[in-house]
């Protein structure tokens, strides 16, 4: 059995984790200049493409949101977030932050306060946590933050306009800190050089981590992932954590596989994240991952059907018919046809250039025969023999070969 099979597109417990909830998200379909197809106006424009998540928390409801809009989802959790009464060390922190009594506290995430608060009431020394913040000044990094604050009876002064711990401890330092205690409630993926500008800006800093990361059951599937990734069985891979990227680059490391991996993202298999905090250690791999512009999981969702929709559906009218091309689906005027992966490598090339002639030096390279003209000619025969009229693709003496149009 390949990788690829032994991927289950599980339906995993809703535990928590750094990532933002899955919002509802309208239906939408991306119609191109050519017109919308059949899958489109169907309301499912990831029809024919395969998308990896690596989220545990409520990854369900990012699945399910996928797989409305006709995709095939490979989920491989990357990590999960330690139950609280195995973390002491929050307990710890904590009660260091009651007994400090600090002037400025910054929130980061919603649920991280959330959790925070729940777990210091567990272990009894929530109404001291609550009286200790109501004396501090609070700031958040974003709407989301700010209501999880306001819904435990606490006030904000400040939030940060681009939902970045950057710009508030800028805002902290511009009204001066030296001196003065700063909680910050972290949020799994430490930004150590901003605690660094504070505690050389001359205030104590304490920090508190509401949720730490760990390994998931059936840490298996992440290494089958990563495989799937590198062979090219995926259009588009998503992260909603910083830390689940550095997972899976730890778990690359010691597969040996690190290497083909970045050069597969690189290349065939683009990255989608909810936002610059998790793009950061995919960008730091050189990768320039899909980025929304609201850092919620909606958008994220949306993007990925924007970029597939333009960059990875290829339609042309030929003189064998109407031939649309999404992912690893082929219709060809409304049927589908299946085809194995070296004939659609094939056909995808092809399609891509519009009808043009294609060398036979550059289709061996594209699918890596090492300059074999019998097993090119042998690809050449399955792809024809799979359609419905093999006249689809045309030899061009001497030449390559081409779509013919």
């Known amino acids: 059995m390949s990788a690829l099979n032994t991927i289950a597109p599980a339906r995993p417990s809703t535990g928590p984790s750094t990532e933002p909830p899955p919002s509802e ?42 797989e409305r809009r006709g995709a095939e989802v490979l989920h491989a959790p990357a990590l999960k977030i330690a139950p609280v009464q195995e973390d002491m060390r929050l307990i710890e922190d904590t009660r260091a932050i009651i007994d400090a009594r600090p002037e400025l506290c910054i929130a980061t995430t919603a649920y991280g306060m959330r959790r925070w608060c729940e777990a210091a009431d567990s272990f009894g020394i929530g109404e001291e946590l609550l009286e200790t913040l109501s004396a501090a000044r609070m700031f958040v990094r974003g709407p989301k933050a700010r209501g999880a604050v306001r819904a435990a009876g606490l006030a904000d002064v400040g939030i940060s306009s681009d939902e970045t711990t950057a710009t508030l401890v800028d805002m902290l330092l511009t009204e001066g800190v030296r001196g003065k205690t700063v909680a910050v409630q972290l949020h799994g993926y430490t930004d150590v050089r901003q605690l660094e500008l504070l505690r050389m800006s001359g205030a104590t800093v304490l920090t508190v981590t509401p949720y730490r990361w760990v390994k998931p059951d059936g840490a298996d599937r992440l290494p089958r992932l990563i495989e799937a990734a590198c062979s090219g069985n995926l259009d588009v891979l998503t992260f909603t954590s910083a830390p689940a990227v550095d997972a899976m680059w730890s778990t690359a490391h010691e597969m ?14 683009a990255t989608a994240v909810v936002g610059p905090i998790t793009a950061q250690p995919l960008i730091h791999a050189g990768l320039q991952p899909l980025v929304p512009e609201r850092f919620r999981m909606g958008a994220l969702i949306r993007l990925v059907v924007e970029h597939l929709a333009l960059n990875h559906v290829r339609r042309l009218d030929t003189l064998s018919g109407s031939v649309e091309l999404r992912g690893r689906l082929l219709r060809i005027d409304g049927a589908a046809v299946d085809l194995a992966p070296a004939p659609l490598l094939l056909l995808r090339a092809l399609l891509g250039a519009g009808g043009a002639v294609l060398s036979r030096e ?26 419905p009229d093999g006249n689809l693709v045309e030899t061009v003496v001497k030449r390559g070969y081409r779509i013919r149009v």
């Open 256 to 269: 040996g596989l690190y290497k083909q991996l970045v050069e597969s993202l690189k290349t065939t298999v």
């Open 362 to 387: 550059s289709l061996s390279e594209l699918l890596e025969l090492r300059g074999s003209v019998h097993a090119l000619d042998m690809t050449v025969s399955r792809l024809r023999s799979a359609l």
């Open 25 to 66: 998200v309208a239906r939408e379909s991306v119609a191109e200049a050519s017109g919308e197809s059949s899958a489109e106006k169907s309301g499912q424009p990831l029809e024919g493409f395969r998308i990896g998540v690596t989220s545990h928390r409520r990854s369900q409801d990012l699945i399910e949101a996928l």
